[in-house]
């Protein structure tokens, strides 16, 4: 047996050092709160893109920015200190915010609707989450999502969904003026520090590998292009979040399609869920799972309410938990707090913002490789008869093409199916789940029968040794 930090015995086969329940000194909490901040790119991204969107005030885009930041803390909190009780940090859904800014411009609709409509299929969710004796609809469905060969795949089409977060940010435009050498060594910089220190023996570097990388990465920017932190002075200090600020109203088309990309929510909760519970030695049965789904969907309605964005389990802190070998809940929970504190200050709201993204999006480069190449790592324990190779290579092929289908192409489909093809998650689960059912000779190998993202599996290793 391994002991962490708070001199709680972890199961020697745990990645981590730090399992879910152990404490860690708060200065340590903090400090990797901070750091589990820095790496949600979307949380720095998606305001800023809505309000030129909608070609919105200043006023109101900073208003955004501390209501997106408190809708991630809810969210957090209610996933790893209530429901589910997993070390999970909430940030916002590409999909949902997608959606938001179709159904904002359509001739029908506007922002009041489209939050409206959202707040509607995010309760729906929360009712099919609760477990009734210990069965929900969320339950039965997890039950199909947990095979090695359907959990990574959808690893894999998380990781490829998001990747234009990654790679193109940190490049950036041409029209940025410190594109494209500056940005990319600053980019390489902190890529290289973070990569080094996450490889350290020493486990205080590799806990606090993010934030070191960040902070030198962020110095080398600012040497060839300084920041301007003028907008930071003339900023009020704090925000009150005000309910559906932008009107309520609802349109039942709306809430059907974000009933339904809502589902991609849920299978990569459910599955992220399991992964993180495999790395831990931690039982995730079909119960726990569904408190998981209940607790993003809870905090997708609080979102919606304020003028914010559903969330997910964010890849990149995914990622940093198996980085620094900390899955502490603890921790989680002073993230929470960090993102609800600085929702409210809006002077920290734009120091954050202010943060160069080439530097943050070099840092989810490395950290989203990571858990992309987890996904291989679990299909590496499915037995690859032709079966398999057909179903898991033509549904990574359909979602992997979904990235990459031309707007005129969407735009002449139904409305409806042209959402859903922006969803590579749907798009490859429904087609994986389906070709498992149709296709002949669907009887699974032992090895597949196995249950890799249950820790019970170790357990009958141990006993049988």
Known sequence: MALTDGKTPVAAHSVFEVGFNDKVPLRDAIAMGFQNVFVMTGIFVFPGIMGRSFDLPLDTV?????????????TSLLISMFFGRVPLVAGPYAGIFTA?????HLPNGDLGTAFGSLFVASLLWALLAIPIRGVSFVSLISKAIRTPAIAGVIVMLVMMQIADLALPHWLGKPGDGSFPLINFTAGLVTALVLMVLTVSQRPTVRRLSLLLALVVGAAFFEMFNPINFAAVARSPWFVRPVLFP????????????????????????MT???VVGGWADEKMPPSRLSHGVLAMALGSAVASVIGSFSNIPYPANVAMLRSTGVASRYVTFATSIILILMGFCTKIDYVFVLLPVPVLSAAATVLFGMVFVHGIE??????????NLTIAGFSLMVGFGCLFLEPPTLAAMPFFLSLILRQPI????????????????????????????????????????
């Open 62 to 74: 900073a208003y955004l920015y501390g209501m997106t930041f408190i809708g991630c803390g809810v």
């Open 100 to 104: 938001i800014l179709t159904f904002g």
């Open 246 to 269: 932008f009107g309520a109203s609802f349109n039942l088309e709306f809430c059907a399609i974000f009933f339904v990309v809502l589902v991609a929510v849920n299978i990569q909760t």
């Open 272 to 274: 992220i869920m399991g």
């Open 378 to 387: 679990m299909l590496s324990k499915v037995e690859w008869d032709r079966r």
């Open 426 to 465: 749907i798009v490859g689960v429904f087609s994986v789940v389906v070709l498992g059912v149709i296709l002949p000779g669907g009887s699974r190998s032992a090895e597949e029968r196995k249950p890799s993202l249950e820790p019970a599996a170790h357990g009958s290793t141990r006993r049988q040794a």
